[in-house]
């Protein structure tokens, strides 16, 4: 079996496991593909996947060169530089990483100037971990609030990564903690954020993420298998 067929079994079964954990709800898959050539991508768009997760600007810059024909949506999954702004709002469809007004200031000029409202997620630090990107939890209601001073962006849900654990459960007690945040959020009504996504789970915890509410899963190696470096 070739990867490109390796791939596309892998989408398959994940699709297929995606469906039975979400019961009925829909859950959006997004491959995440860093450090993947395209025809690995071209693979499993072709087995079904419509959602494309890059963690760099100019890895995305590169990718979408050759995969520009695909009928996908391009979602920004990794840390935003200040200087890469004007780059991502001009390559991604949806930013999941916004953390800090300052980035979300860059975006709101680079939005304005186009002439568009940018869908986005807040990234909420939820484990807590110096490493990590994201908005502190405990900050993360006041911090979707402030947002609606940038017009330009819709805060369409919440993204997280919690801390890595020795097995699946392990994740669920943030997850969980994440499913009441954007429940909160959610119901305070604010026209700039609707926050109905829900962001989180990867290739080893995606099946938690679904069952305590994520109604969208980030995976990479699952899909695509191990990944050569980072
Ligand atoms: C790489 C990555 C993923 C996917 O991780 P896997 O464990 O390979 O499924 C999801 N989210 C983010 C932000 C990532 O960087």
Request: aromatic letters at 4%.
């Amino acid at each position: 079996m070739d990867a490109e067929e390796a791939v596309r079994r892998n989408v398959i079964l994940v699709l297929d496991q995606v469906q039975d954990a979400a019961r009925g709800r829909r859950v959006v898959v997004v491959a995440a593909t860093k450090t993947q050539p395209p025809e690995l991508v071209r693979a499993a768009v072709a087995a079904g996947i419509r959602d494309i997760g890059e963690n760099r600007v100019q890895e995305a810059a590169d990718k979408k060169r050759e995969l520009g024909d695909l009928d996908v949506h391009w979602h920004m999954i990794g840390r935003l530089q200040r200087n890469k702004v004007k780059a991502a709002v001009s390559l991604f469809d949806v930013i999941q990483s916004v953390d800090s007004l300052d980035i979300a200031a860059a975006i709101e000029r680079e939005a304005s100037a186009r002439g568009l409202v940018l869908p986005v997620l807040v990234e909420v630090n939820i484990g807590m971990e110096s490493t990590k990107g994201g908005v502190d939890p405990a900050a993360a209601v006041s911090f979707v609030e402030g947002l609606r001073e940038f017009p330009h962006l819709r805060v369409e849900g919440l993204m997280a990564v919690p801390p890595a654990g020795p097995d699946p459960e392990s994740s669920r007690p943030f997850f969980r903690r994440m499913r009441a945040l954007q429940a909160e959020i959610e119901s305070c009504g604010f026209p700039h954020a609707p926050a109905r996504i829900l962001s989180m789970g990867m290739s080893a915890d995606y099946v938690v993420a679904i069952e305590e509410g994520a109604t969208m899963v980030r995976i990479g190696t699952a899909i695509f298998g191990p990944r050569a470096g980072r």
